[in-house]
């Protein structure tokens, strides 16, 4: 079998019709006109969705540049925090309606109202104000899935803020390089946060990066763990600046195309790439994403199951669900914590209809068994939708047949702000593995290297060919950067640096990234490909492949697989067969590893690079700031070792 044999075999799951008591025939018809006006001009069905919000002046024009330096609703001035808080605080039918449904690690609870939402993002408004912080200064926003971070984040857009969310997991040097990067004036932080029935110190952290960071002036500090920890000077209490400002701050009227919110990539370079996202952009474009991915209706109650450090937090929860007037259920720590049920006891507690979550927690509530997951029937559950690396159709028929509910894969990147391209929920029919189709307002082709638009059934390079809103703007005080590292390879499109494939029924496989394609002697495998064939093995449970190099081959896979309980002695000799037997010789895994954990960051998806550089140096050698556990890496450098 060759590389063509072993694509038409992945994309080759048959079209599932949506089950008739998962239907929505009132989204239906709505899906029908947003996608005649995108038909007409992807511009028009833009418009609908901007007449959806609240507008402090009217824009003069829909949009005016092409890829590269684009600019919406010109002439107009918007708020978010005005369309995410204060217009249903306002509403009397809303105001006493859960905004934020929040649970500690510990078990401690906390549910604010949009009424009470809207005056502690009032306060901190004011109290930010009076720290001298202005229109179009960075505020670092360093703590988990805190109430606090929503409302921080909304201060922040409030007064014109541009607010940059640090990773609670990041150590003294990642929080440093950032916050210089970014030129922070202020960083709001919790004292401490709970993260696996430990308290992990963040205020300790930030004092210790700040002499790296000179332009922060002001640090505001959430008592978390309530053990009143001494301030230092340049410090002040989150609660006292609370109770110092009922005045609150006036809303800023803000250009949709100005700067909202800065997000740090990691990878292999050294310097934090701080991609820029707009005020008016992000607002329209999340609102879409959540309307057509979760459809939220009345009485919902959304969880997304991610870190605030994520771009799927803000996208889902903090914009683009409350943007909607919905109830966001929110967690602060691990997911196995304090023991594998826990899942489902939030779920069932906070009486949850969606989850949003990466495929790796899908993985993860698989191993922990059918048993458990009998047990604790999700009665309430009406949705799981998965996002940030490929969902492999093990995993997907497993999640189907045991919660008995729509799994909805999604697409999208950091730089593109939102996912867009998954089937809408209540309407389009479903493929395992898939992500779909785009939704209207995105465009897109697969292209060759030369940027030759490819057939159906033939893999090649992922690019949108439309400006679209979420787009991020630029990379912060680096803007050719922004234009060598997206646009420069395909000049006049958008390069998401991925493989793709567009099969038969017109839906889009997102193979992975394009630097992590397998050229084993001159055959190019993608890992998703190899990845789909290794999670059909009865004992393994989760599996990523990475290639390394070989003299003869150029290239050779290798797979991690975590496996069931028992031994494995067996598992690595059945996994090559299968994949020799299923694909093909020259995909053959050249090396089995049976780790009992992998590299990951703490909203689960695997750092592959990561797994190359320890099987190549025995040691991990670039970027490890997202990673969640560093442990992990201690894991698998044993197995590799063994």
């Given at each position: 079998?060759?590389?063509?044999?072993?694509?038409a075999?992945?994309?080759?799951?048959?079209l599932?019709?949506?089950?008739d008591?998962?239907?929505s025939p009132?989204?239906?018809?709505?899906?029908?006109?947003?996608r005649?006006?995108?038909?007409r001009?992807?511009?028009?069905?833009w418009?609908w969705?901007?007449?959806?919000?609240?507008?402090?002046?009217?824009?003069?024009?829909?949009r005016?540049?092409?890829?590269?330096?684009?600019?919406?609703?010109?002439?107009?001035?918007?708020?978010?925090a005005?369309?995410?808080?204060?217009?249903?605080?306002?509403?009397?039918a809303?105001?006493d309606?859960?905004?934020?449904?929040?649970?500690?690690?510990?078990?401690d609870?906390?549910?604010?109202?949009?009424?009470?939402?809207?005056d502690?993002?009032?306060?901190?408004a004011?109290?930010?104000?009076?720290?001298?912080?202005?229109?179009g200064?960075?505020?670092?926003?360093?703590?988990?899935?805190?109430?606090?971070?929503?409302?921080?984040?909304h201060?922040?857009?409030?007064?014109?803020?541009?607010?940059?969310?640090?990773?609670?997991?990041?150590?003294?040097?990642?929080?440093?390089?950032?916050?210089?990067?970014?030129?922070?004036?202020?960083?709001?932080?919790?004292d401490?946060?709970?993260r696996?029935?430990?308290p992990?110190e963040?205020?300790?952290?930030?004092?210790a990066?700040l002499?790296?960071?000179?332009?922060?002036?002001s640090?505001?500090?959430?008592?978390?763990?309530?053990?009143?920890?001494?301030?230092?000077?340049?410090?002040?209490?989150?609660?006292?600046l609370?109770?110092?400002?009922?005045?609150?701050?006036?809303?800023v009227?803000?250009?949709?195309?100005?700067p909202?919110?800065?997000i740090?990539?990691s990878?292999?370079?050294?310097?934090?790439?701080?991609?820029?996202h707009?005020?008016g952009g992000?607002?329209?474009g999340?609102w879409?994403n959540?309307?057509?991915?979760?459809?939220?209706?009345?009485?919902?109650?959304?969880?997304?199951?991610a870190?605030?450090?994520?771009?799927?937090f803000?996208?889902?929860?903090v914009?683009?669900?409350?943007a909607?007037?919905?109830?966001?259920?929110c967690?602060?720590g691990a997911?196995?914590?304090?023991?594998?049920?826990?899942?489902y006891?939030i779920?069932?507690?906070h009486?949850?209809?969606?989850?949003?979550?990466a495929?790796?927690?899908?993985?993860?509530?698989?191993?922990?068994?059918?048993?458990?997951?009998?047990?604790?029937?999700?009665?309430?559950?009406?949705l799981?939708?998965?996002?940030g690396?490929p969902?492999?159709?093990?995993t997907?028929?497993w999640?189907?047949?045991?919660?008995?509910?729509?799994?909805?894969?999604a697409?999208?990147?950091?730089?593109?702000?939102?996912t867009?391209?998954?089937?809408?929920?209540?309407?389009d029919?479903l493929?395992?593995?898939?992500?779909?189709?785009?939704?209207?307002?995105?465009a897109?082709?697969?292209?060759?290297?030369?940027?030759?638009?490819?057939p159906?059934?033939?893999?090649?390079n992922?690019?949108?060919?439309?400006?679209?809103?979420?787009?991020a703007?630029?990379?912060?005080d680096?803007?050719?950067?922004?234009?060598?590292?997206?646009f420069?390879?395909?000049?006049?499109?958008?390069a998401?640096?991925?493989?793709?494939?567009v099969?038969?029924?017109?839906?889009?496989?997102?193979?992975?990234?394009a630097?992590?394609?397998?050229?084993?002697?001159?055959?190019?495998l993608?890992?998703?490909?190899?990845?789909?064939?290794?999670?059909t093995?009865?004992?393994?449970?989760?599996?990523a492949v990475?290639?390394?190099?070989?003299a003869?081959?150029?290239?050779v896979?290798?797979?991690f697989?975590?496996?069931?309980?028992?031994?494995?002695?067996?598992?690595?000799?059945?996994v090559?067969?299968?994949?020799?037997?299923?694909?093909?010789?020259?995909?053959?895994?050249d090396?089995?590893?049976?780790?009992?954990?992998m590299?990951?960051?703490?909203?689960?998806?695997?750092?592959?690079?990561?797994?190359?550089?320890?099987?190549?140096?025995?040691e991990?050698?670039?970027?490890t700031?997202?990673?969640e556990?560093?442990?992990?890496?201690?894991?698998?450098?044993?197995?590799?070792?063994?």
């Amino acid at each position: 079998m060759d590389d063509r044999d072993t694509l038409a075999t992945l994309i080759s799951a048959p079209l599932q019709p949506l089950d008739d008591r998962w239907r929505s025939p009132e989204r239906a018809a709505e899906l029908a006109e947003a996608r005649a006006l995108h038909d007409r001009d992807p511009d028009d069905y833009w418009v609908w969705v901007a007449e959806k919000h609240r507008w402090i002046t009217k824009w003069t024009s829909v949009r005016a540049g092409e890829l590269g330096d684009f600019r919406y609703f010109e002439g107009g001035r918007i708020n978010v925090a005005d369309n995410c808080v204060d217009r249903w605080a306002e509403n009397p039918a809303s105001a006493d309606q859960p905004a934020v449904v929040w649970e500690g690690e510990p078990g401690d609870t906390r549910t604010l109202t949009y009424a009470e939402l809207s005056d502690e993002v009032n306060r901190l408004a004011g109290g930010l104000r009076s720290l001298g912080i202005a229109h179009g200064d960075v505020v670092a926003v360093y703590m988990p899935n805190l109430v606090e971070a929503f409302t921080a984040i909304h201060a922040c857009n409030k007064i014109g803020a541009i607010y940059t969310v640090l990773f609670s997991g990041f150590g003294r040097d990642a929080v440093a390089s950032r916050l210089a990067a970014a030129r922070a004036t202020a960083v709001v932080v919790a004292d401490a946060i709970y993260r696996r029935g430990k308290p992990v110190e963040l205020l300790e952290t930030l004092r210790a990066a700040l002499p790296d960071a000179p332009t922060v002036e002001s640090v505001v500090v959430v008592d978390r763990t309530r053990r009143g920890v001494e301030l230092a000077p340049g410090e002040v209490s989150y609660a006292a600046l609370l109770a110092d400002h009922p005045e609150g701050a006036a809303t800023v009227a803000l250009d949709p195309n100005e700067p909202a919110f800065l997000i740090f990539t990691s990878g292999t370079e050294s310097r934090p790439k701080g991609v820029v996202h707009s005020v008016g952009g992000f607002l329209l474009g999340t609102w879409a994403n959540v309307h057509w991915q979760a459809g939220p209706v009345e009485g919902d109650v959304y969880w997304v199951a991610a870190d605030v450090g994520w771009l799927t937090f803000p996208i889902q929860a903090v914009i683009g669900g409350l943007a909607h007037g919905s109830t966001i259920a929110c967690y602060e720590g691990a997911l196995d914590t304090p023991g594998p049920s826990r899942f489902y006891d939030i779920c069932t507690r906070h009486g949850v209809t969606q989850v949003l979550c990466a495929p790796t927690v899908l993985r993860m509530l698989r191993k922990f068994g059918d048993d458990l997951a009998a047990s604790h029937p999700l009665e309430r559950l009406a949705l799981i939708t998965v996002q940030g690396e490929p969902l492999d159709g093990e995993t997907f028929t497993w999640a189907t047949e045991t919660y008995g509910v729509p799994i909805v894969n999604a697409y999208g990147q950091t730089e593109t702000g939102s996912t867009w391209t998954y089937p809408v929920t209540g309407v389009d029919d479903l493929k395992a593995g898939s992500a779909g189709t785009p939704v209207p307002g995105h465009a897109f082709a697969v292209v060759d290297e030369e940027g030759h638009e490819v057939p159906a059934g033939v893999k090649g390079n992922l690019v949108m060919t439309r400006p679209f809103p979420t787009l991020a703007r630029t990379v912060w005080d680096d803007h050719e950067r922004y234009l060598s590292t997206y646009f420069g390879r395909f000049p006049g499109r958008y390069a998401t640096n991925d493989e793709a494939v567009v099969d038969t029924d017109g839906h889009l496989w997102v193979l992975g990234r394009a630097d992590d394609v397998i050229n084993v002697a001159a055959h190019r495998l993608s890992t998703m490909e190899i990845e789909a064939v290794v999670t059909t093995h009865p004992r393994v449970v989760e599996a990523a492949v990475v290639g390394i190099p070989d003299a003869t081959k150029g290239t050779v896979p290798v797979a991690f697989v975590t496996v069931t309980d028992g031994s494995a002695d067996e598992v690595p000799d059945e996994v090559r067969t299968l994949v020799g037997d299923t694909i093909g010789g020259i995909a053959r895994p050249d090396r089995v590893v049976v780790t009992a954990a992998m590299p990951k960051t703490r909203t689960g998806k695997i750092m592959r690079r990561l797994m190359r550089e320890v099987l190549l140096h025995g040691e991990a050698r670039s970027d490890t700031s997202a990673l969640e556990d560093p442990g992990s890496l201690d894991t698998l450098a044993a197995a590799v070792k063994a």
